[in-house]
Each structure stands twice: as C-alpha cells, then as structure tokens.
C-alpha cells in the first residue's frame, strides 16, 4: 500500500475535521487515537475519503505508515496529553520529521517543548487553529510558529486546507517558536470580548426593552448586513431564532446562563498584565464567564438586592441604531487592545509578529472573521496603525461616528441596571487613551505620601517630594 503523506493524532472533534479536510485536498493520511474505537468510527464515517485512510492501531503503525520525513499533527487535549503524545513519538521518529502540535496550547508550553527537542533533530512547530468542527472541515485559519524553514516544508498542505479569502490562503508562518499559539490565544481573547458584548447588547434588548428571542435575533440578521458584517453576528442571529425540539421554545431560552472557558481567554489577560498593556474589554470578557459560572451566589444576590433591569423607554428605532454602533465602537476597542497585546509581545519574545499578515488571515476561516478584519490589513499594512488601531485614520473616523452611542448605551444599560463589563470597559479604554492630561498626577502624589516613592514635575527631569504633612 502507498505510504501515507502525513498523520495525524487526536480524532476528536477537530482532528476528525481536519484530517477529512486534508484527505478532501488529496493528501493520503495515517490516523491514530488513543480510544481505538474513535479510529473505526471516523473509518466508517469518512465515505469516499476513507480509501485516502490510513487507520492505525498504535503510534508504532503510525510511523511505519508515513513517508519519511513525517509530518504528523497532534489534535489532543492541550497540556499534559501534548506532553504525552511527544514523548511516546520521539521512539518512534526519525531525523527530519515534523512534529505540528495543533491544539490550543498555551504559548509557553509550546516555547518549553521547542527548547525540549532542540538537538533531538526533530522539527517543532506550533500552529494555531480557528474555526472550529466547521473551520477545521472546510478551511480553518492557521497560525504557524517556528523555523521558518520548517514552515516551508509544510507550507503546501496547510495552505491547501485553509480558508482563502478571495483566493488568498488564511495560513502563514507567524514567527519562531510560541508565535503562532500566542497569536492564536490573543485571537480567542478578542473572541471572549466580541461574544461578552454581544451578549451585553442581547441583555439590553432582553430585559430592557422586553423583546423576545427571535425578534432580537431578527436585529442581528440585520446588522449583519451592514457594518458589524461577522460571523459571530451571523450566528447569534441563527441561535436566536431556534427553536427547542423538546420544548418548542426558543433553544436560548433553555440554557442555562453560565459559560464555561478552556483557558485561552484566562491567558490573554495573564499574559497582557505581564506585558503590561491594558486589554481592558478582555480583561471584562474573561471576569463576566467566572461570574457567570457563580450562579447560586447570582441567586441568592439577588434574593438579597433585586435582580430586575429597569425597562429602558426610548424610541425603538433611534435606540436600535445606537446599539449596532455602539458594539461596533466596543468592537473596535477590543481589537486594538488584542493588537497592542500582540506588538508588546512580539517585541518582547523578538518575534517581529506581521500584524498585516495576522488581519489578513483571520479574515476568513476563523471565529472573528468580521468584515472590519479588511480595513485593518490596509491599516496595519501602510503603517497607520503602528502604534495603536484607534490612531490609524480609518478607524479614527469610525471611532468618531461610533463613540457618542457607545457613550450613551453604556450610561442607559447603567442606568437600566443592565450588565455591560465589557462595553463599559472598551468605553473607559477609550476615554482613558484620549485624555492628554489625565489623573495619575494624584496617584503620584499619594504614592509619593505613603512611599516617598518619588513624583515627576511638569516641565522639569528628576525625583521630587511633597511637602506632606504640612496642614
Ligand atoms: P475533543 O474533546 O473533541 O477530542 C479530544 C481528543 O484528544 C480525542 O481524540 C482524545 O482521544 C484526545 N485525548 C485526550 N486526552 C488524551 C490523552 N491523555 N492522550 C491521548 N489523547 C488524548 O477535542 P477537540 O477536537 O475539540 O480539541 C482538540 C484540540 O483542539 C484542543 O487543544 C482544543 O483546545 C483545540 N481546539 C478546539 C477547537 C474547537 O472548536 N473544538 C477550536 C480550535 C482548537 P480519546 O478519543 O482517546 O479520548
């Protein structure tokens, strides 16, 4: 039988999709999970592409199947199983083959598991995945990290299963060892913030202005077809209009409101504060899932307090406009704090991270994919968004139309008592960024009170003290 091209590890929910995917581009596969059974049922399942199959038993028959040098795909649980599956491999490989972990890793594994195999002449690359079951069918984006020359080698295949927006492939090699993993948890941070305020706009149309499932999601069609053009926008209008089979009511209405995380979100936030680069709107996002999950607490608060959200009188149509902006502005903010993240981390890890390659590839395939994605290739692109996406012109001139009614929804869902950590947070960000003289003059002071940590001087260079205690 002719040797596989490639292998793949895991046949879960995403690396069944991705190997269906990769024999569909014409490539032979050879594919091992740990519960055997999982490997006859995707067999069974995998129709015509089954003779582009190669099952395998053990990691051994894994190895055996493949066409040196090897590239093989791990698609496990992140962490240890990674871990796991590298150590069991390394018997089993030889100089040259690739090993592509392609799971949700945290970056700092990956950059640990490169210094691991360095001399072992194994070749080490950490790809990111978006897209989910359906992504990883039919086009996924992906966010390599590593040698570039080891990109190189697998370039072909990886471009061949991505997504292409208007023909160019959603794939690239990113930068060295964690890039690409990091690249792929900032894009679920900014994931985490533009699902939060979805959600938070959801709320305010829900319990402020009383309307029901379908209705709002009625809202959603419609802004989809404008300018928060995405396909998270895209699919909250298709959630809020079905229907519970079991119930017949709307399948919104039966779950249970509490969220849970796999940690991407977490270390996007962990990883901002050790950058020291505010990422206030995800920061919010991540807090609002661990609050979610508090529900008895959420109960017996409100036994305590009152739960109810104020009805919100405003003329429908003025307040629904002000809405699409404001998430629109929310948006924005989100995705500027998810950039500057990435730039502090890429001067800090020397990864020299292509920011218009990043807007570029995750303008199709992936879970953000949003109409805005274009605007900042050509932001990125020319330079204009260096130092922060809210000062590159385009985006100026959106901010400023978007702003005042983020302004105003804020202050309304406040007002109403209609959560909106998030919106509110992107909001402060923004007011926060474009006050020239802003406060900490006094957080100077009193550090410099309780401290004698020292305060600057307007207009004048070294350490000065107060004259405290004088009154
Ligand atoms: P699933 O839960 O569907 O599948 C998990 C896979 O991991 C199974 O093949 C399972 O094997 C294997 N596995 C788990 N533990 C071990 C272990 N200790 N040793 C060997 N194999 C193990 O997960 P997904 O497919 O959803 O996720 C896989 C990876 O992709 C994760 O890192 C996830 O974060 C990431 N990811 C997921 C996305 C999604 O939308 N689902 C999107 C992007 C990335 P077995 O059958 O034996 O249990």
């Keep these: 039988m002719d040797k596989a091209e490639i292998g793949l590890i895991g046949l879960g929910t995403m690396g069944s999709n991705l190997a269906l995917n990769i024999a569909e581009k014409g490539h032979r596969i050879a594919v091992y999970n740990r519960t055997p059974s999982r490997t006859d049922d995707f067999v069974a399942k995998a129709g015509a592409l089954a003779s582009r199959v190669v099952p395998c038993e053990s990691l051994a028959d894994l190895a055996a199947a493949i066409r040196p040098p090897r590239p093989i795909i791990i698609m496990v649980l992140a962490g240890t199983p990674v871990d796991e599956q590298i150590a069991a491999l390394r018997g089993e490989l030889a100089a040259n083959d690739i090993i592509i972990d392609a799971g949700n890793a945290n970056f700092r594994d990956t950059m640990r598991r490169f210094k691991e195999l360095e001399g072992s002449g194994l070749t080490f690359i950490g790809m990111g995945v978006s897209g989910g079951e359906e992504g990883a069918r039919h086009g996924p984006s992906i966010m390599v990290g590593g040698k570039e020359e080891s990109w190189r080698r697998v370039e072909s295949v990886l471009t061949a299963i991505s997504a292409k927006f208007k023909g160019e492939p959603c794939a690239a090699w990113l930068g060295t060892d964690g890039a690409g993993h990091f690249v792929k948890t900032i894009h679920n941070g900014i994931e985490y913030a533009d699902m939060q305020m979805i959600a938070e706009i959801y709320g305010i149309l829900r319990d402020g202005l009383g309307m029901a499932p379908k209705e709002i999601g009625s809202v959603f069609a419609d ?118 993240v990435m730039a502090g981390a890429s001067k800090e890890f020397n990864w020299n991270l292509p920011m218009p390659t990043i807007a570029k590839i995750w303008r199709a395939g992936c879970i953000i994919r949003s109409q805005m994605l274009d605007t900042m290739v050509e932001a990125f692109g020319t330079g204009a968004a260096s130092t922060n996406l809210l000062m590159a012109p385009d985006f100026v001139k959106m901010m400023q139309e978007a702003h005042p009614a983020l302004r105003h929804v804020v202050a309304l869902a406040m007002e109403a008592g209609s959560p909106v950590p998030a919106l509110s947070s992107a909001l402060a960000y923004f007011d926060s960024y474009r006050q020239g003289r802003g406060t900490s003059n006094l957080i100077q002071a009193q550090r410099d009170f309780f401290g004698a940590h020292g305060f600057e001087r307007i207009g004048e260079t070294g350490a000065f003290h107060g004259p405290w205690g004088q009154g």
């Design 223 to 340: 802004w989809n077809k404008g300018r928060l053009n995405s396909y998270l926008i895209e699919i909250t209008a298709e959630v809020l209009k079905a229907d519970d089979p079991q119930t017949g009511k709307p399948v919104v209405d039966i779950i249970l409101d509490r969220a849970g995380q796999k940690g991407t979100g977490k270390w996007s936030v962990i990883e901002a504060q050790q950058l020291g680069i505010p990422a206030t709107a995800i920061e919010a996002a991540v807090a609002a899932r661990v609050l979610s999950s508090l529900k008895d607490e959420r109960l017996a608060a409100e036994r305590v307090y009152g739960g109810g959200v104020v009805p919100i009188k405003a003329p429908r149509e003025t307040l629904l406009k002000q809405l699409e902006l404001a998430l629109f502005a929310g948006k924005i903010a989100a995705y500027a704090q998810g950039f500057a």
